[in-house]
Every structure is written in C-alpha cells, then in structure tokens.
C-alpha cells in the first residue's frame, strides 16, 4: 500500500464528495454556512435561489456528511459539519487566490 493512500472504499466516497463540491451552487452554499447556523429561507434569499432549490442542495450535502442541520422549533438552520470541512473549504479558497 502507498503511504496516505486511503483505502479503495474511502477514495470512492471522497471522489463522490469531490464530485459534489464541483458544483458552484453547492459551494456557494457551503460558504455561505461557514460563519453561522442558516435557515433555508436565508439562504434563499442571500443567494438567490429558490427554497427548493436550496433544500434540494442541502440534501445531497446533508448525507454526504459536508454539513448538518439543528431544529429550532420548525426551522432548520444548517451548519458544516465540522471543523475539517470549514478547514478544507477555506484552504482551497486561500489556494485559488494565492499569486504563482
């Protein structure tokens, strides 16, 4: 085996994961949940785009494990999942506006 190479099963899901974050709208709305919990409504509105849209997004990045939602009494405000996402995403983006 090559040293940090994740098993074949891993490197499958992490290219569908991969696959999901090639889309803008879902990037955007990743972004747009980095600073604080979002209701769907809001981000809606932010980015606009339709709520069924939006809840169309956040259900594919809702089972790929890239955020998760809290109830509060009948809304659901989304957040990333966790500290590795917030990571990566703000990496790649420092990446992308580095100068060569």
């Known amino acids: 085996m090559i040293p ?11 290219a569908e994961t991969f696959r999901l974050l090639g889309d803008p709208t879902r990037l955007r709305i990743l972004f747009y ?5 979002r209701s769907v409504g809001d981000i ?8 069924s849209l939006v809840s169309h997004h956040l259900r594919l990045l809702r ?6 939602g ?6 659901i405000f989304y957040e990333l999942a966790d500290k590795h996402v917030s990571d ?3 990496d790649m983006a420092h990446h992308v506006g580095e100068d060569y």
């Open 4 to 14: 940090h190479m994740p098993p074949e099963a891993d490197t499958t899901v992490l």
């Open 44 to 51: 809606a509105e932010s980015l606009q785009l339709s709520q």
């Open 88 to 90: 990566m995403l703000a």
């Open 70 to 75: 809290n109830r509060v009494s009948k809304q």
């Open 33 to 37: 949940c980095l600073e604080a919990p």
């Open 63 to 68: 089972g790929a494990r890239l955020v998760r």
